[in-house]
């Protein structure tokens, strides 16, 4: 798995800080750029305006560019930016008012707000680069966070943001926000389960949950923003997916895609796994339906975290790679697989004794 948190030789620090590693000096022409001066083993020595900064990684990792955060008198460092990588996320607050049976990050009671950290990182991140915003639930420091994203999509026509969120705290007054933020630089990742509002409440563990969403989703069209609705598969929602694919078609056919996904075992995610994983490689019937009834109406679903040979053939092409590649594995048996390189494979923390019952190579 690919290290996101890096050991580092401790700064005489007493707030966190933002730096950006380069290999050539010539790249490093920001008060935030350091560049390299010594590889010693896994130690590599850089210099940050005249002080000696040691980061420890893998010889074979590649480092140029990449954007760490430093916190006083720790001895790790936050790769906030991997300049290599498509798959860079911000974890803005680890609070959520939701308890959803699937959640791969169990919510915290405390924030720390790094907004003003994570814009300076997302200033200093590749050109052309997408970020993703998740929690927790960013919008619960909604203010905040409209002053990271505004801040950074001005000062950077470049970047583009990928905010997950249940939206429920989005109202009319946010409208004009929204719409000055740009629909073609920011993508609104919004979770629904059912279409029944009590399924969706309690999957997300919270009473009138269906309700506030379907006004957040209003102020989201009405603002003119993209939205990607998102649907994890579970038992508990399994018969409605049909049901749910109407809704999506008829009632929110403004979305750009929607995107149905494969339980992640990490969080509750793993302690409820037995009573909500769905295997799709035994059964596909109900989400084949909900695919065609989309696909009929014009909305593209998309299948994440799908092993492309959980899938039945004819709907593959609905199933590209996206798991993220520092989270990615494959098995035994895919060494042999001709489609190894374009099926995501599995997440690390897949235990395959109770997962898929009939996967195997293409
Ligand atoms: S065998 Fe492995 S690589 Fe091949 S489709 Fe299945 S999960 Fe993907």
Same mark, same amino acid.
Do not use: W, Y
């Given at each position: 798995m690919i290290e996101l948190r890096l050991k580092v030789d401790p700064l005489p620090i007493d707030v966190p800080l933002i730096v950006r590693v380069n290999d050539a000096p010539s790249n490093a022409n920001g008060q935030h750029d350091a560049f390299l001066i010594e590889v010693t083993g896994e130690r590599r020595e850089y210099d940050f305006n005249g002080f000696s900064l040691g980061v420890y990684a893998?010889?074979?990792?590649?480092?140029?560019?990449?954007?760490?955060?430093?916190? %006083?008198?720790?001895?790790?460092?936050?790769?906030? +930016?991997?300049?290599?990588?498509?798959?860079?996320?911000?974890?803005?607050?680890?609070?959520?008012?939701?308890?959803?049976?699937?959640?791969?990050? %169990?919510?915290?009671?405390?924030?720390?707000?790094?907004?003003?950290?994570?814009?300076?990182?997302?200033?200093?991140?590749? +050109?052309?680069?997408? +970020?993703? +915003?998740?929690?927790?639930?960013?919008?619960?420091?909604?203010?905040?966070?409209?002053?990271m994203l505004s801040h950074v999509t001005k000062a950077r026509p470049d970047i583009r943001f990928h905010v997950l969120t249940n939206a429920q705290h989005l109202n009319a007054g946010d409208i004009e926000t929204l719409s000055d933020l740009g629909w073609d630089r920011v993508l609104w990742g919004v979770p629904i389960y059912s279409a029944t509002a009590d399924v969706h409440d309690q999957i997300v563990g919270k009473e009138g949950a269906f309700r506030s969403l379907e006004r957040g989703l209003a102020t989201l069209f009405r603002a003119g923003a993209s939205v990607e609705l998102r649907t994890v598969v579970l038992q508990q929602n399994w018969d409605d997916l049909p049901a749910l694919a109407d809704f999506v078609s008829t009632r929110l056919s403004a979305v750009s895609f929607w995107a149905v996904m494969q339980l992640e075992r990490i969080g509750y995610g793993r302690m409820n796994w037995t009573t909500s994983f769905k295997d799709t490689s035994t059964d596909f019937d109900p989400l084949a339906r909900a695919i065609d009834i989309a696909a009929a109406r014009g909305i593209q679903a998309w299948l994440y975290n799908f092993p492309a040979c959980s899938v039945p053939p004819v709907y593959r092409r609905h199933a590209p790679s996206t798991i993220s590649d520092w989270k990615r594995k494959y098995l035994n048996f895919c060494d042999s697989c001709s489609a190894r390189g374009t099926c995501g494979g599995f997440f690390q923390w897949y235990d395959h004794r109770q997962g898929f019952a009939e996967l195997g190579p293409l």
């Open positions: 893998g010889v074979d990792e590649c480092m140029d560019g990449d954007v760490l955060l430093l916190l %006083p008198g720790q001895a790790s460092a936050h790769r906030l +930016i991997r300049a290599q990588s498509e798959h860079n996320t911000f974890l803005v607050t680890e609070q959520c008012d939701q308890l959803c049976v699937m959640c791969s990050q %169990p919510p915290k009671k405390h924030h720390h707000d790094m907004f003003e950290h994570f814009a300076l990182a997302a200033l200093l991140a590749p +050109i052309g680069a997408t +970020i993703g +915003i998740s929690g927790g639930e960013p919008l619960l420091h909604k203010h905040r966070l409209f002053e």
